[in-house]
């Protein structure tokens, strides 16, 4: 015995020794005995069918052209449906199984389209295709076939029935829209003008709502003010008659107040304003005595500072002539004595010029020298270079006044000249 097996989308049937009727397996597994049993297979797989009816006439005689979608299978779940198609189709290919069937569907969706119009196949695609699929299902059935789906997919005419049918139904779909629209238009303005005088109404009765609401306000508050008027009148006369008593008893505590004033007055006119009076004339007695006295002090010293001032005006004057005197007196000797006088006024200064060159010696704390190796050290060094500072003097005079102290000769009327070495 041999073992095969078969996927879902097929079937197996095996006939022979022991098979009758023959053993249909739908996506399974079976044992065959050689020579003495049969295997065949049939396709389970499903078949799409283009069906096409070309110029076919509808019920007033209009030639349209109209494709089709079919899906068509044989039925494997099912035993009699099986057994119809391995009947009839064992031992064909899946070519000659579809042929066989778009023939068929073929066949019905002429005669279907035969007793239709063309509107009614355009405008309701729907119960056409259900016709077709109603009727193609119970004839296929016979043969094993089931058809899983169809679907019209295009309708085409040659005397543009369809494209003149199409302009009218976009006419009347024009139309249809404009009176629409003018429906629309009118509906929504008797709908706009209700509801304007919905409002209108309603803001009447608003209004006089409002108007009610005010007039009972305005009602309750004159009667409120009506009240607090005559509160503040019974207020206002307590208030009155509260014054009048305080303005009574103001009158006689101001009359109390008047005597003790009055009493309080002479006690200080007893007390104080009299011994102030008298404090007061004494201190003015003393302070004129102390202002005399304080002018004759200014008056006295302010004479003796003009006396001083005249003394020492005179003192000055009187150096300022001497001075004077002495400096004529030094200019006449200066014309007479010319260079002499010059070298005088020189000499007089060179021992101040001489202090002045020292002064920065004697101010020092500490004096570093620092010797070659020849001539003098310590403090003989010092005054070495102190005098030979003072013997380079002349020098410096002369260049820088332009006379020669070594070479000034001194002569006066009557004497004779004198050189100065």
């Known amino acids: 015995a041999m073992f095969f097996t078969c996927g879902p989308n097929e079937a197996m049937v095996v006939s022979g020794f022991c098979r009758s009727p023959p053993v249909m397996v739908a996506g399974g597994r079976v044992f065959v005995l050689p020579c003495i049993q049969q295997i065949q297979r049939i396709s389970l797989n499903t078949l799409t069918l283009n069906v096409k009816s070309e110029k076919v006439y509808t019920r007033h005689g209009v030639p349209i052209s109209v494709t089709g979608i079919a899906q068509v299978k044989i039925q494997g779940q099912n035993k009699e449906m099986l057994a119809a198609a391995c009947q009839m189709f064992l031992g064909k290919t899946e070519a000659e199984i579809a042929h066989i069937a778009l023939e068929t569907l073929e066949g019905h969706q002429r005669a279907i389209m035969a007793h239709m119009t063309v509107e009614e196949i355009y405008k309701d695609r729907q119960k056409f295709s259900e016709q077709v699929f109603k009727v193609a299902s119970s ?6 076939i089931s058809v899983v789906s169809y679907t019209l997919k ?50 009447y009765l608003s209004e006089i709502e409002m108007a009610k609401a005010q007039r009972d306000y305005e009602l309750k508050k004159a009667a409120d003010l009506a009240y607090q008027l005559q509160v503040a009148k019974t207020k206002q006369q307590i208030e009155e008659q509260r014054v009048q008593v305080q303005v009574v008893e103001r009158a006689q505590q101001v009359a109390v107040q008047e005597q003790e004033i009055a009493r309080r007055e002479k006690e200080l006119e007893a007390r104080v304003r009299k011994p102030a009076e008298a404090e007061r004339y004494k201190l003015e007695r003393l302070a004129e005595a102390e202002k005399s006295q304080l002018i004759m002090q200014a008056e006295a010293e302010a004479e003796s500072v003009r006396m ?22 030094k200019a006449e000797a200066f014309q007479l004595y010319q260079e002499a006088a010059q070298l005088d006024m020189l000499l007089e200064k060179l021992p101040q010029v001489a202090e002045e060159i020292s002064g920065p010696l004697t101010s020092a704390n500490k004096i570093t020298l620092v010797s070659s190796g020849g001539g003098a050290m310590g403090a003989a060094k010092v005054t ?22 070594s070479q000034v000769r001194v002569s006066r009327p009557g004497f004779p000249s004198l050189k100065l070495l």
């Open 384 to 405: 070495g270079e102190v005098l030979d500072i003072l013997s380079r003097l002349p020098e410096s005079v002369e260049r820088l006044t332009g006379v020669s102290i």
């Open 154 to 203: 295009d309708i085409h005419d040659d005397q543009d029935y369809l494209h003149s049918l199409g302009k009218a139904r976009t006419a009347q779909v024009q139309k249809d829209a404009r009176i629409g629209e003018a429906e629309a238009k009118r509906d929504a303005g008797i709908r706009e003008a209700k509801a304007k005088q919905e409002k209108v109404s309603a803001q």
């Open 308 to 329: 001083r001032g005249e003394a020492e005006a005179f003192a000055i004057g009187a150096r300022a002539r001497a001075e004077a005197e002495q400096m004529a007196k």
């Open 139 to 144: 004839d296929l059935v016979n043969m094993g």
